[in-house]
């Protein structure tokens, strides 16, 4: 776990977005976002699909802009930051900004740990996709398999404070529906919604549903975000398309 010295506060407002697709031109998005989110947050997370071709170009980019934002910055990767195969050096562009790169990895910030993958499709409830079959459609679940292993294995190792976690594909259907339903089992897991349950994590955040639902719960009462900055700017244009979160840190989950 990487840890950082900022003090406890007993309340955390925590600022979501996903979905940002940076490419080369001026990210408006980004712009409406360092306007204001200083000022209503603690923590910005970041849910993947930070680059819009997978570019380590386009990461620069980000990183100039990000540079302006005085509050730490929690991240995961999504699949438009693999579309080019330039996922391991996006993210090292990323990390040497000082911006916390989670890949089944933690952070604690402010008494409060956070978790983070990009998580993976394969569907939901009694239709999510079994390995049987085809090498290929086995080797399709068993990377939904181990994004939700590491995922159980990094909340595991959260050992005080709340815990939050942080993904880019959905663990659960409520907060996708309203995309086609030929598309959702790709927009998610349910094997993402098992380990947010067994550790009783305070929030849970996603994007890659641009016309999912904004809120949901986990069949053991977590709520889960979908962040997705297209979702935000169509629920409400006037506002910056982050959600803010405030949790309890002094109520420590189990």
């Known amino acids: 776990m990487s840890l950082d010295v900022r003090p406890v506060k007993s309340q955390l407002r ?14 408006l998005t ?6 204001t989110v200083q ?5 910005l997370i970041l849910c993947g699909d930070l680059t819009d071709h997978g570019l380590v170009e386009e990461a620069h980019g980000l990183v100039k802009e990000l540079s302006a ?10 699949n438009h930051d693999f579309h080019s195969d330039q996922q391991a050096d996006i993210k090292k562009v990323l990390a040497d900004a000082s911006i916390h790169m ?5 952070v604690q910030l402010h008494g409060v740990g956070f978790a983070g993958v990009k998580g993976f499709g394969s569907g939901f409830g009694r239709r999510i996709l079994e390995p049987w079959g085809e090498a290929t459609v086995r080797q399709f679940v068993r990377e939904a398999v181990e994004e939700s292993l590491k995922l159980e294995t990094a909340l595991a190792r959260i050992a005080r404070g709340p815990r939050v976690a942080v993904m880019h594909y959905a663990p659960i259907v409520e907060t996708v529906l309203g995309e086609p339903p030929e ?16 550790f009783q994590v305070r929030v849970a955040f996603h994007g890659h549903a641009h016309h999912g639902k904004p809120e949901g719960t986990t069949s053991g009462g977590v709520p889960v975000y979908n962040v997705s900055a297209p979702l935000l700017r169509s629920l409400d244009p006037d506002r910056p398309p982050y959600r803010i979160v405030e949790i309890d840190t002094a109520a420590e989950s189990p």
């Open 183 to 198: 598309i959702q089992p790709f927009l998610g897991s349910s094997r993402l919604e098992e380990p947010l349950n067994r």
């Open 69 to 78: 934002f005085r509050l730490p910055i929690v991240a995961v990767l999504g």
């Open 39 to 43: 000022h209503d947050a603690d923590v």
């Open 14 to 27: 925590l600022a979501a977005v996903a979905d940002l697709h940076f490419s080369r031109a001026p990210n």
């Open 102 to 106: 989670l890949d089944g990895d933690t």
């Open 30 to 35: 980004l712009s409406a976002i360092a306007a």
